[in-house]
């Protein structure tokens, strides 16, 4: 495990079984016409708006498990820890351990669809989502977060000095700053 992954304070985590969410997203990510590093990208991006929103350290787990003498490599991405695991060792077998090792010292919510998955984390002390569930909740932040904007735009287009005056005096100050 990565050092800077275990600090012993109460931290929110939310890991993410990468490929997993990439599979259940098919609408999002087409593995047909897309290569599976620019679904990788795609999701991190998703993912790293997420995190901006809601501060909570994210960790999404990709299986290298076969890849033949692939080791363990963990990335950043903007904020976000990107964990490539080593040959033989699937995503879940990372999560479960990283549930199992800092569960009871911290919040994990584990983002999967495989049932089994979701049992195990929920009995070492982790906390499951969907990808469904996330999804749902990286929309409905994103959509808030998008009227919230459009909110402030308006309110800064009305509460302008110019729009609050005659569109006489208005024009006759735009010729004033033109003609210098």
């Keep these: 495990m990565d050092k800077n992954l275990t600090n012993k304070s109460k931290t929110k985590y939310l890991l993410i079984d990468g490929y ?7 609408d999002i990510f087409n593995l047909e016409k897309e290569s599976l590093e620019e679904c990788r990208e795609k999701l991190l991006f998703i993912l790293s708006n997420y995190e901006g929103y809601k501060k909570i350290h ?3 787990v990709f299986d290298a498990h076969l890849v033949d003498g692939s080791k363990m490599k963990i990335e950043k991405y903007d904020n976000i820890t990107v964990v490539f695991t080593r040959e033989k ?8 351990r990283f549930v199992y090792k800092f569960g009871s010292e911290n919040t994990i919510w584990v983002v999967t669809s495989d049932y089994m998955e979701q049992v195990t984390v929920l009995k070492v002390g982790g906390a499951r989502i969907t990808p469904a ?9 994103h959509n808030a977060n998008m009227a919230k904007n459009r909110r402030r735009n308006q309110h ?3 509460n302008t000095v110019i729009s609050n ?4 005096l208005a024009e006759l100050l735009e010729k004033m700053r033109r003609d210098g």
């Excluded at 005056?165 to 006489?168: A, G, L, W, Y």
């Design 156 to 158: 800064n287009e009305r």
């Design 133 to 141: 569930e996330l999804r749902k909740e990286i929309t409905s932040m």
């Design 58 to 60: 994210i960790i999404v």
């Design 20 to 26: 997993n969410v990439i599979n259940a997203w098919r």
């Design 165 to 168: 005056i005659k569109p006489e």
């Design 89 to 96: 060792q699937t995503a879940d077998n990372y999560i479960e």
